[in-house]
């Protein structure tokens, strides 16, 4: 079982996953993020948490995913909306988890994963969609989305 995080950069610095990996190092030295370019995983020790990569415009993945994701808060509405569309459209890159369970439970697994979320919101601007919950400021979910 999956699920996917996405994290809308507004940042002007781009971002690498080798500064990710420095960033998560320095949290904890049992985290790497083996990649090339822009793809890599997650892995704590030897487990694999997550497959991560960055699109950025230009992207078929990054345009189409970008589209489709204005379309669906468009037709949600709600107080919220218009900052939402507000960092979408200023989205200069996107951070794509693809969390992996591996036979591990839900909490085993988001505590792994919470350390590059932080990381995330700490050092680039931008706002989190996690697939089935909404977009996120910060901890306060602000757009509540299926």
């Known amino acids: 079982m999956s699920f996917y995080v996405r994290y809308y950069m507004t940042d002007e610095n ?8 420095t960033g998560l190092q320095e949290f904890d030295p049992a985290y790497q993020v083996p990649h090339e370019k ?7 020790g030897d487990e694999l948490y997550a497959e991560i ?4 415009p230009g ?10 994701t204005i379309d669906a808060v468009t037709l949600a509405g709600g107080a919220r909306a218009r900052d939402v569309l507000e960092t979408l ?3 200069k890159q996107m951070v794509v988890l693809r969390i992996l369970y ?8 988001l ?18 969609q996690v697939d089935g919950e909404g977009f996120y400021e910060g901890e306060e979910l602000i757009l509540e989305m299926e």
């Open 102 to 109: 591996q036979g591990r439970d839900s909490e085993q697994t």
């Open 59 to 68: 992207d078929s993945l990054f345009d189409d995913e970008l589209e489709e």
């Open 111 to 128: 505590t792994k994963i919470d350390p590059v979320l932080v990381w995330l919101m700490m050092k680039r601007e931008g706002m989190l």
């Open 14 to 21: 781009e971002l690498t996953l080798a500064q990710l990996a």
């Open 53 to 56: 990569e960055i699109n950025e």
């Open 89 to 91: 459209r200023q989205t």
């Open 38 to 44: 822009r793809a890599g995983e997650v892995m704590y």
